[in-house]
């Protein structure tokens, strides 16, 4: 952050733009993604959307203004996002999302959009101390580019695509009403417009859609503010301010375990009711993961102080690491079954 208050000569505010035009970009990023994963397959989003991310990157590292800096993290993080959103329907493609250990595996991979913001500023804290703030961004392209790699090596798990491919290698003539064109106006309707419509007309959508918003943003905000708090009041480095975001990685382990004691409780409601259970059901991880972010905030806020020793506030990152991924894990899981009910 100061460095680039120094190269761009910008105020304090507007040198968090680069971090809050990523998450805008982030946002928006799924609604490119569905649309391309519904008719071309979860493949195609990894291996046409992720590059021009990295390019964005390399982008941002070689900037010289600020606009060039900012108008390069947006197109980062919108053609990033489709690759993280993508990635939640390959898990439910693969795993039975309520029966066995299907759930709890799924739950470890979903571990992964968590854990890049908790381990990126332990990385780039340490980038810092010897490189510039342009070595962040070749950081992004360093990991990212061999997993990008990877994904050609990878098979189609969406399950219409793949009959779609067996059924021309095997000269069967497609069924009607399965053109691309019509699919994707069928895809956009449900996708785009359905979600605005149902953001607007339904009271509980719209309550969670702010809240999970509300928590996705404290979560950016801490990325930006720990750095700055640590050093602050305990003088600490940015590697040693990166540290502290283990705790939080520690809370996102323990919250495996919630998840699998409460998707068990789940489970036994229903087969000893007899009926499958409701999507409701599964939110009982979410019930008690939304206690843990603010007991996090107020542990934090009123510990970090200079009397109060730095283990104290570093400990409250565990609390909202649980939390965050007990909330957002469930409420994903809850969407995948209403979705497939309707």
Request: glycine share 10%; proline share 6%; with cysteine.
């Amino acid at each position: 952050m100061p460095q680039i208050i120094a190269q761009f000569h910008v105020s304090r505010t507007a040198a968090f733009l680069p971090l809050s035009l990523g998450g805008l970009g982030l946002a928006f990023g799924p609604v490119l993604g569905a649309p391309i994963s519904e008719t071309l397959g979860r493949k195609a989003v990894y291996l046409g959307t992720f590059p021009i991310s990295l390019l964005a990157s390399v982008g941002a590292a070689q900037s010289q203004n600020f606009g060039t800096l900012l108008a390069c993290r947006f197109f980062a993080g919108l053609f990033g996002s489709p690759t993280l959103a993508v990635s939640a329907g390959t898990i439910a493609d693969i795993w039975d999302q309520q029966e066995g250990w299907g759930s709890t595996v799924s739950a470890v991979a979903i571990l992964a959009p968590f854990t890049g913001p908790i381990m990126g500023p332990v990385v780039g804290g340490y980038t810092i101390l010897h490189r510039d703030w342009r070595w962040l961004m070749w950081d992004v392209v360093f990991v990212g580019g061999p997993i990008y790699l990877l994904a050609f090596f990878t098979q189609e798990t969406y399950k219409k695509t793949i009959l779609e491919r067996r059924a021309k290698v095997s000269g069967t003539p497609p069924q009607p009403g399965l053109t691309v064109a019509k699919r994707l106006k069928s895809i956009l309707t449900l996708n785009l417009f359905r979600p605005i419509r149902m953001l607007f007309t339904e009271p509980i959508v719209a309550a969670i859609s702010l809240y999970i918003a509300f928590v996705s943003g404290v979560l950016f905000e801490i990325s930006a503010r720990y750095p700055h708090a640590f050093g602050k009041v305990y003088s600490f480095t940015s590697g040693e301010s990166g540290l502290a975001f283990l705790a939080l990685l520690v809370g996102l382990l323990a919250s495996v375990a919630t998840f699998e004691v409460c998707n068990r409780v789940a489970l036994r409601e229903a087969k000893h009711s007899g009926v499958e259970a409701a999507p409701e059901r599964w939110l009982y991880a979410s019930m008690l993961g939304s206690l843990g972010i603010p007991i996090s905030l107020f542990w934090f806020s009123w510990s970090i102080r200079k009397e109060v020793c730095w283990i104290s506030p570093i400990l409250a990152g565990i609390p909202f690491g649980w939390g965050i991924l007990c909330l957002f894990v469930r409420f994903f899981f809850l969407l995948l079954s209403t979705s497939e009910q309707s």
